[in-house]
């Protein structure tokens, strides 16, 4: 059980953490971790993606529903073509591309669009379209990457990735303690993003992705809850954090919709700044009640 003797005893010991700043990213009118949370829409132009309610079956319908999640309160859109799922079919750049770029001129005037890919490619032709973040879901090409998102001025969203990409099914630490093990994954990564002209920085602990040693349901989802409650000791880093929020269908079953709005209540009080959900209503609903409620 999630207690507060627990949520307590994390305050204490890492107190230190909590008292850290850290930085804003800053894309234009939007900004991150300036104390407001802020909800980031996604909207999957693959059918293999995990969260069926994400799946816009044409570019219209990726275009309709990312302007329904902005109507809802999403200042930024997650825009993807490939399912980060180890087993989906793979598609290729020129692929992405065709789907990506008419939806990305179509809706870039209205909020701020991020492209989800590890395809440099795919980098460029939707930052030249007008997508102003980079959700970078590989390494392979990562200075690459970084050269691109610096030569428009756009945002990274950097994710937890230790292969070629999140498609090669990799592990996470397991200890009872996994946040110094990412603070010593992105570290090394965040220099060399500055190095090579990046500025605006969020990082991704990839609780949204495929691990090999995560297959039981429980075990995953006791690893994300672990994660999205102790976001804060991340803060060492400097940047602000985001996090995809879990759907658990195994706890929540016929009622998995209202799980990331359980996990968003989470992430808020572990110290989450950027929030990528799939229920962009329900999850401002509760960061809202969060806001304005009292309990002291």
Known sequence: MISLEDLSALRERFATDLALPVTPVRLGDLVIADGAPVLMGTVNLSRASTYRESIAVSQESAIRKARVQVAEGAQVVDLGAESSTARAERVSADDQIAALVPVIEAIAAETVVSVETYEPAVVRKGLAAGAQILNMTGRQHEDEMFTLAAEYDAGVVLCFVEHDNVRDAGTVSMEADPMPHLVDHFGPRLARARELGVEQVVIDPGMGFYYANLVDPTARVRHQTRVLAQSFRL?????????????????FEDEFRKAEGFFAMIAQLGGTHLFRTHEVAHVRAVLRAMGDLSVG
């Not at 803060?235 to 706890?251: E, I, K, Q, T, Y």
């Open 235 to 251: 803060r060492s880093l400097g940047v602000p954090v985001c996090n995809a929020l879990p759907h658990a269908f195994d706890l």
